[in-house]
């Protein structure tokens, strides 16, 4: 699985948008990029994840650059409740042996009010 | 749907002592498996399984064993336990299909190994 790069941590206001950044240069082109999220003391929790096309659910939206070497996580109006480490996982999304999710050490965002 | 169950929330040891933490699913997701996270780390898979009577070790393996006897149980079972094995334990479930979406977690077990 291609290894990411995050900032460590970002801040953005309540009601703001946040954009989170993820490099992933040596991505493969059966590899999927997923986003993760973990509050605080719980079990992580899916966002989104998507392969070329830009994707968008009830929770945010992902950009994946034409290259696919970068990608975007955008939580439109944050909250004070999406403070939490946010993880970007590039794995294929074929079920094979194994199917881990590597999570490495994610982006700690805080909301602000 | 309850989701991920895990239990207990919290256990603490004395080294050398066993326990199963116990982990349960009502999705119908064949896939399933165990992670831990140490301050301040990442999550890093200990043993999974594609389905009853099926498990395979993932990245962390030693000093804990998994059996699948039904699709909605996946217990962790801790040998002989050391203070290096002080972690949160999260389990997961998931689709087993032609592509692996969204994982499910589990609140997660702290564990103290004294």
């Known amino acids: 699985d291609a290894k990411t790069t995050q900032p460590t941590s970002m801040d953005c206001a309540e009601g703001r948008a946040a954009n989170l950044p993820c490099n992933h240069s040596?991505?493969?082109?059966?590899?999927?990029v997923y986003w993760y999220r973990q509050i605080h003391s719980q079990g992580p929790q899916y966002i989104i994840h998507?392969?070329?096309n830009n994707e968008t659910n009830e929770m945010a939206s992902l950009i994946i650059t034409e290259d696919r070497k970068s990608s975007t996580l955008i939580l439109p109006h944050a909250t004070l409740r999406d403070t939490a480490v946010y993880y970007c996982?590039?794995?294929?999304?074929?079920?094979?042996?194994?199917?881990?999710?590597?999570f490495g050490e994610g982006t700690q965002l805080t909301v602000n009010p | 749907n309850a989701g991920v169950t895990q239990t207990p929330k919290f256990q603490v040891l004395k080294t050398g002592q066993s326990m199963t933490l116990q982990c349960a699913q009502d999705?119908?997701?064949?896939?399933m498996s165990w992670y831990r996270q140490d301050p301040g780390m990442g999550l890093r898979l200990i043993h999974y399984?594609?389905?009853?009577?099926?498990?395979d070790q993932g990245e962390v393996p030693n000093g804990y064993n998994v059996s699948r006897s039904t699709t909605e149980d996946f217990p962790l079972r801790l040998l002989s336990a050391a203070p290096s094995q002080t972690s949160v334990y999260f389990c997961?479930?998931?689709?087993?299909?032609?592509?692996?979406?969204?994982?499910?977690f589990g609140p997660g077990t702290r564990l103290t190994v004294t």
């Open positions: 997961a479930s998931g689709l087993w299909g032609s592509e692996m979406r969204e994982q499910y």
């Open positions: 040596t991505i493969s082109g059966n590899e999927y």
């Open positions: 998507g392969l070329k």
């Open positions: 996982i590039v794995r294929v999304a074929e079920v094979t042996s194994g199917s881990r999710l590597t």
């Open positions: 999705m119908n997701h064949e896939y």
């Open positions: 399984s594609v389905g009853a009577g099926i498990t």
